[in-house]
């Protein structure tokens, strides 16, 4: 199976049948997406490998180098095992977005809300640093020029599940936050999580590097302290 036809496969009756993707009303198909996820830790092993050589492809010749047969050649995977799971380069940009996305979360799940006994600035400090890109150094999770790629492999629907999913990780971080009284609604944190995230995509388009993130977030983290602080003071 090329990557660049309009076919693709899908699961009928336990087995893999090749189909033509449907046109939309205005002529267009649906954006690509990974075809299946992996659930073994084989397959994890392997789709991994494939996520790390499409970054190194990226860093070291830019994104027109990243095409699947590149992707697999730098992973030692043979082609029609990269196929298996991303029928396609736009597929595989897909993929490795809601792999960050996904990695992003559960990073701050396990450093700011599932530990006990953290004081909410410490929560808070952590889940900045992962989401504002600071951590990153000079191997950010996305490229800079990422975004030039979204509107090719992210249908509305998509954004909307990630938007939800980074919302619900946030109330997560706060509702841990049980040394916050009264607790910041659940609009207030909305509203920080788009402040923050927006902010972060910017960043993407202007290119900012290690330093200037870092010093965006010690910003950001002093934004956030200043309304819990009004939060606070209201109980008086």
Excluded at 122 to 143: M, Y
Excluded at 147 to 164: N, W
Aim: glycine share 6%; proline share 8%.
């Amino acid at each position: 199976m090329q990557g660049d036809d309009p076919y693709t496969v899908a699961s009928h009756n336990s087995s893999w049948v090749r189909i033509r993707m449907p046109k939309t009303a205005r002529g267009a198909r649906p954006k690509p997406k990974p075809l299946k996820r992996p659930t073994q830790a084989r397959a994890k092993a392997t789709v991994q490998a494939i996520f790390d050589a499409y970054v190194r492809i990226w860093r070291r010749e830019g994104s027109a180098a990243v095409t699947t047969r590149s992707v697999a050649l730098e992973a030692g995977i043979a082609i029609g095992t990269l196929y298996d799971y991303f029928p396609n380069k736009a597929a595989l940009h897909s993929g490795y977005v809601r792999h960050c996305i996904e990695q992003m979360i559960s990073e701050v799940d396990e450093t700011a809300v599932q530990p006990k006994d953290l004081p909410w600035q410490t929560r808070l400090h952590r889940t900045l640093q992962i989401v504002c890109g600071a951590t990153e150094g000079d191997s950010p999770r996305f490229p800079p020029d990422m975004l030039a790629l979204e509107h090719q492999v992210a249908e509305p629907k998509h954004q909307q599940r990630a938007y939800q999913e980074m919302a619900a990780m946030w109330q997560r971080v706060f509702g841990a936050c049980t040394d916050i009284d009264p607790p910041l609604p659940p609009e207030r944190i909305e509203s920080l999580h788009l402040a923050i995230w927006g902010g972060r995509r910017y960043a993407m388009v202007l290119g900012f590097g290690p330093e200037r993130l870092e010093r965006w977030a010690r910003e950001m983290e002093s934004v956030c302290l200043v309304v819990v602080a009004h939060q606070l003071s209201s109980k008086t």
